[in-house]
């Protein structure tokens, strides 16, 4: 099961990789998703240092952050009323989300990937900043 768990996790993480849609000439080719987006990022680094990755790549990701926002917004949303039945149960959702995302952008994040103190609280908020507008709306 944590095997499952794990491996879902760096799916999700991977998830704008793959789906990255410009393209960028490696080997030769054209290429889009994972590839060109890895070619991107290797430019990024070595334009602005190691676990920086500039303003266009940082916007996509920031972009798949608030999907991802929206997207668990309404699924802790449907929980809660279909499996729970109560409107507590998405107030502990969110909340243990919000915890969980604290620990991720400041915590995993600068350890696997040396992502910058800057980097986590922008990716924290564009998280977070949905999930509270919606509680407190």
């Known amino acids: 099961m944590r095997r499952i768990l794990k491996n879902t996790y760096w799916f999700l993480v991977a998830l704008p990789d793959i789906f990255y849609p410009f393209a960028s000439k490696v080997d030769g080719e054209w290429v889009r998703g994972r590839r060109s987006y890895e070619r991107a990022a290797k430019r990024a680094f070595r334009k602005y240092g190691l676990g920086r990755i500039g303003y266009k790549l940082g916007l996509y990701r920031e972009v798949f952050h608030l999907i991802g926002s929206i997207l668990f917004i309404i699924f ?30 400041f915590y995993v994040h600068p350890k696997h990937f040396g992502q910058h103190a ?14 509270l507008v919606y509680i407190f709306r």
């Open 76 to 105: 802790a949303t449907l929980v809660s009323k279909e499996l729970f039945g109560s409107d507590a149960a998405l107030y502990v959702l969110l909340g243990a989300a919000i915890v969980a995302l604290a620990f991720q952008e």
């Open 118 to 131: 800057r980097k986590g609280i922008t990716d924290y908020l564009v998280w977070v900043v949905p999930m």
